[in-house]
């Protein structure tokens, strides 16, 4: 018998957890597919993560052989192409956070990216979504991204709000949400990330091996679809509300990190939710464009064959089953509305 598909996040921070973890709870992944003839579950979740953070480039593939792992979840797209120039073979199969809906709000007096030189910006932790998606246009308004700029780890967009206010740091990310308010007291909305990535931004993908893309095709498309079900009801607010914030709750009490175990829930009201970018159809767009700003800001040394890169058969596929199930109408029918409403 063929061993159990084994997947887990690449990254241990609780938010790369929860859609797994909703998954998991609600059966999307047995529904899906991942069971064997005994009716069993077919399948082992790998928690805590898999690569050192800011360190995945150097060590995801060695650590997928040495924990013979068949998926890797939330990996950065410019990882899998630089693992494929050192001759890895890991693929990308479907999308992770396809869109970047923060905001970039700046004390009172910065009015521009350009005044970000010299400055404190508040982030996650170095080198995180936040940084790469604010380094190209650092540069690009000639600002050096490495240089130029302070980036202050430990700052999650829920908690920053509070730092920006007090002086601490002098621009913070926010959701939509969050940046309203902070707009509403007169600090600068400097930059928002989704007006400048129409064609969404896959900031994190869903990544395969070479030999369970051969050898466990169905097995990977039944866990693309429990990912896939598993975005569509964290973001069908406000009756998932409840449920997700327990998962979040739990999985942070169970967090060996003190910083994760302290942050605020990323769900902390039912907007938080809706605006997690998910694909509704798991696929990652604008792959290319996302690429070709690694190379620019010096991530990856030049473009990767896409073609190469990127197995999208498998969740186009996924996504066309779990479309013609007469029990999901509703549900299909209500994240297509929140695409239309969020533009992702």
Same mark, same amino acid.
């Not at 969404?200 to 091996?209: H, K």
């Given at each position: 018998?063929?061993?159990?598909?084994?997947?887990?996040?690449?990254?241990?921070?609780?938010?790369?957890?929860?859609?797994?973890?909703?998954?998991?709870?609600?059966?999307?992944?047995?529904?899906?597919?991942?069971?064997?003839?005994? /009716?069993?579950?077919?399948?082992?979740?790998?928690?805590?993560?898999?690569?050192?953070? #800011?360190?995945?480039?150097?060590? +995801?593939?060695?650590?997928?052989?040495?924990?013979?792992?068949?998926?890797?979840?939330?990996?950065?797209?410019?990882?899998?192409?630089? +693992?494929?120039?050192?001759?890895?073979?890991?693929?990308? *199969?479907? /999308?992770?956070?396809?869109?970047?809906?923060?905001?970039?709000?700046?004390?009172?007096?910065?009015?521009?990216?350009?005044?970000?030189? $010299?400055? %404190?910006?508040?982030?996650?932790?170095?080198?995180?979504?936040?940084?790469? *998606?604010?380094?190209?246009?650092?540069?690009?308004?000639?600002?050096?991204?490495?240089?130029?700029?302070?980036?202050?780890?430990?700052?999650?967009?829920?908690?920053?709000?509070?730092?920006? %206010?007090?002086?601490?740091?002098?621009?913070?990310?926010?959701?939509?949400?969050?940046?309203?308010?902070?707009?509403?007291?007169?600090?600068?909305?400097?930059?928002?990330?989704?007006?400048?990535?129409? @064609?969404?931004?896959?900031?994190?993908?869903?990544?395969?091996?070479? %030999?369970?893309?051969?050898?466990?095709?169905?097995?990977?498309?039944?866990?693309?679809?429990?990912?896939?079900?598993?975005?569509?009801?964290?973001?069908?607010?406000? &009756?998932?509300?409840?449920?997700?914030?327990?998962? &979040?709750?739990?999985?942070? #009490?169970?967090?060996?990190?003190?910083?994760?175990? %302290?942050?605020?829930?990323?769900? /902390?009201?039912?907007?938080?939710? &809706?605006?997690?970018?998910?694909?509704?159809?798991?696929?990652?767009?604008?792959?290319?464009?996302?690429?070709?700003?690694?190379?620019?800001? $010096?991530?990856?040394?030049?473009?990767?064959? #896409?073609? @190469?890169?990127?197995?999208?058969?498998?969740?186009?596929? $996924?996504?066309? &089953?779990?479309?013609?199930?007469?029990?999901?109408?509703?549900?299909?029918?209500?994240?297509?509305?929140?695409?239309?409403?969020?533009?992702?």
């Amino acid at each position: 018998m063929a061993k159990k598909l084994r997947f887990g996040p690449a990254c241990y921070h609780v938010l790369h957890m929860i859609p797994i973890q909703v998954a998991h709870d609600m059966n999307f992944f047995y529904d899906g597919g991942l069971r064997d003839e005994d /009716g069993k579950p077919d399948y082992e979740i790998v928690r805590g993560g898999m690569a050192p953070f #800011m360190f995945e480039k150097e060590t +995801l593939a060695q650590r997928m052989k040495e924990l013979d792992m068949d998926i890797a979840m939330d990996v950065k797209p410019s990882t899998v192409a630089y +693992l494929q120039k050192q001759g890895h073979d890991l693929f990308i *199969v479907a /999308g992770w956070r396809n869109n970047h809906p923060n905001h970039v709000i700046a004390s009172k007096d910065i009015r521009s990216l350009e005044q970000l030189k $010299g400055k %404190r910006v508040g982030v996650i932790d170095l080198d995180d979504i936040l940084v790469t *998606v604010l380094r190209p246009w650092l540069k690009r308004a000639g600002v050096d991204p490495y240089n130029d700029v302070e980036w202050v780890r430990g700052n999650a967009p829920r908690d920053a709000g509070s730092k920006l %206010r007090s002086g601490a740091i002098d621009a913070v990310f926010q959701d939509p949400t969050d940046a309203e308010a902070l707009r509403a007291e007169g600090f600068s909305d400097i930059f928002d990330a989704a007006a400048h990535y129409p @064609k969404g931004r896959p900031d994190r993908v869903i990544v395969a091996t070479a %030999r369970a893309l051969q050898e466990k095709p169905d097995k990977i498309k039944a866990c693309i679809k429990g990912m896939i079900q598993a975005y569509w009801y964290i973001r069908k607010q406000p &009756e998932n509300f409840n449920h997700c914030v327990q998962v &979040e709750r739990r999985l942070r #009490m169970e967090s060996p990190d003190l910083d994760e175990q %302290r942050r605020k829930l990323t769900v /902390g009201i039912p907007a938080h939710a &809706e605006h997690l970018p998910f694909p509704y159809n798991g696929i990652p767009t604008n792959l290319e464009g996302y690429l070709q700003e690694a190379v620019e800001v $010096g991530v990856i040394d030049e473009p990767p064959d #896409m073609e @190469k890169l990127a197995q999208l058969k498998l969740v186009q596929q $996924g996504f066309n &089953e779990l479309e013609s199930r007469q029990d999901l109408k509703e549900d299909l029918a209500r994240i297509k509305r929140l695409v239309n409403k969020l533009g992702y």
